[in-house]
């Protein structure tokens, strides 16, 4: 048994959008044997635009985890993009700047924490691939997606600016895995674009173009359904799919699954347990023939 | 002269922020522009931002859309030949910008992030509530148009209406960690 701490982040959390990430992630955990145990009383990482708003706050929120996460001694895990970024970048930074440690120590202190820079911080797919492995997974395969024709979809910051697992812009994971699962990688020349992160919200034009490229990328490469490893990325494929279609009339009908989800399915797990009826674009007719 | 020391003092003030002193070293090749997904809908591409602010042009800098452009995907950063942390570099001219009040008011990101950020500071980002005061901010028809993306992520159980609490511990743990980095004075 591998154990872990574990940061949903707000998307992922129960009250989140992206709980069916959650879900099967902690059901895929049980079949791979390894524990992910949530950190008590987490805070926002502060994501992106804490950052771009006030700085010191925006390091000092991430410290806070860290330095909770720092006291149980294991790798922390986080299955959002986002989140994995802020924290590593926080700890990257924390090294290379001591005039920035030195105040987010200061203000730690007011919270009676300290954080000594120790906790490593990785992606659900990170210890999935190399923690665990692709055979140890390809073991476990009880219902192979045989003919499933997936996009390997990894968006922007699991792989950049590049935390040491895997390339930033030709990544190989997700198509390893999809093939230890026994489903069939599409080549996907967009793989590592951006989905539009959080301009979906303010800029919604922007993010919608960026969203029809993926999607005319995935499909015009004959995928029937996407992946992906990012909250925020599985929401804008997703839920703005129709919106996407109405504006460029397209008829786009690809289910957007986190890698969590194929895994269970690959394992015969029960689809509610996956969370897979939580996808705006429905993925029944794409799964009949594996039901 | 003046130029130039307002030059030196812009540069400066952006590579006190960590990440920000790439400016320095830029050899304007322009890779950071052909790698940016939304260079076109910017008013100045990334390089040329970082050679108007070598140039000292530190209102122009500030007040442009560029910035808010920015979707934080790393391709700039990852392909510089010179290292540079250019998504960190556009981090910092936002914080500037707002610091300097000089927000670009074309754009409605930095009213987003600004929303986002008092939420984070709560501890949890509750995506129902921060998506519909944003859009009953800025602008009232988009929440109207949003109302059939709404329904459809409520009715599949992705929006909550009841959001995370922190414990009443760790909400006055993180309220007094934010308070001393508030009086400490940003980073500069």
Redesign the interface.
């Known amino acids: 048994m591998k154990y872990y701490t574990y940061f949903p982040g707000?998307?992922c959390?129960?009250?989140?959008?992206?709980?069916a990430y959650d879900w099967s992630t902690q059901a895929i955990s049980k079949v791979l044997d390894f524990e992910l145990k949530e950190l008590h009383?987490w805070?926002?990482c502060?994501?992106?635009?804490?950052?771009?708003?006030?700085?010191?706050?925006?390091f000092?929120?991430a410290a806070?985890d860290l330095a909770l996460a720092e006291k149980a001694g294991l790798d922390m895990v986080t299955p959002c993009s986002a989140c994995y970024?802020i924290f590593n970048r926080t700890n990257a930074?924390l090294k290379?700047?001591p005039?920035?440690k030195e105040?987010?120590d200061?203000?730690?202190?007011?919270?009676?924490?300290k954080y000594n820079g120790t906790v490593r911080v990785r992606h659900t797919l990170d210890i999935t691939v190399n923690d665990i492995g692709y055979e140890a997974i390809k073991e476990k395969v009880t219902k192979p997606l045989e003919g499933l024709k997936i996009a390997p979809y990894y968006g922007?910051?699991m792989v950049?600016?590049?935390f040491g697992f895997d390339h930033?812009?030709t990544p190989q994971s997700l198509e390893k895995l999809i093939a230890s699962i026994g489903g069939e990688a599409t080549r996907f020349p967009l793989k590592t674009?951006?989905c539009?992160?959080?301009?979906i919200?303010?800029?919604?034009d922007?993010a919608f173009d960026?969203i029809h490229k993926l999607l005319e990328s995935a499909s015009s490469n004959g995928a029937d359904c996407i992946v992906t490893v990012c909250p925020l990325c599985q929401t804008n494929l997703d839920?703005?799919q129709?919106?996407v279609n109405k504006k460029f009339k397209t008829d786009y009908r690809l289910p957007v699954f986190f890698f969590t989800q194929l895994m269970g399915l690959a394992f015969g797990l029960p689809e509610k347990e996956l969370g897979i009826?939580?996808?705006?674009v429905s993925a029944k007719k794409v799964l009949a023939k594996y039901a | 002269m003046v130029t130039e020391t307002k030059n030196r003092t812009f540069v400066d003030e952006i590579c006190s922020?960590?990440?920000g002193e790439g400016i320095k070293i830029c050899i304007q090749c322009g890779t950071c522009t052909a790698s940016c997904?939304?260079a076109d809908?910017m008013d100045h591409t990334p390089s040329e931002l970082i050679a108007m602010a070598r140039a000292g042009m530190k209102k122009e800098v500030l007040s442009s859309n560029a910035?808010w452009?920015c979707?934080?995907?790393?391709?700039c950063?990852?392909r510089c030949p010179r290292g540079i942390?250019q998504?960190s570099l556009m981090?910092?001219l936002?914080?500037l910008s707002?610091q300097e009040g000089l927000v670009h008011t074309k754009?409605?990101?930095p009213?987003?992030?600004?929303l986002?950020?008092h939420?984070?500071?709560l501890?949890?980002?509750?995506?129902l509530w921060f998506?519909t005061r944003?859009y009953l901010s800025?602008n009232p028809l988009?929440a109207w148009r949003m109302i059939?993306?709404a329904w459809?992520?409520l009715k599949?159980?992705?929006?909550?209406i009841?959001?995370?609490k922190?414990?009443p511990?760790?909400s006055n743990?993180?309220k007094?960690?934010?308070?001393?980095?508030?009086s400490?004075g940003?980073?500069q």
């Open positions: 707000c998307s959390s129960s009250e989140g959008g992206a709980r009383d805070n926002c502060g994501s992106t635009p804490s950052g771009s708003v006030d700085e010191l706050g925006a000092c929120l806070r970024v930074y290379q700047y005039k920035l105040k987010v200061e203000s730690l202190a007011a919270g009676d924490l922007c910051q950049r600016p590049g930033p812009e674009r951006c539009g992160g959080s301009l919200i303010s800029e919604e922007i960026l839920a703005y129709s919106r009826m939580k996808s705006i | 922020i960590p990440g997904p939304n809908k910035m452009y979707l934080s995907c790393y391709m950063t990852v942390q998504t981090h910092a936002e914080s707002i754009t409605v990101t009213t987003m992030y600004r986002f950020n939420y984070c500071h501890g949890v980002l509750p995506e998506m944003f800025t988009r059939s993306t459809g992520l599949h159980g992705r929006l909550s009841r959001s995370r922190l414990t511990s760790g743990q993180l007094a960690i934010l308070k001393k980095a508030e400490l940003g980073l």
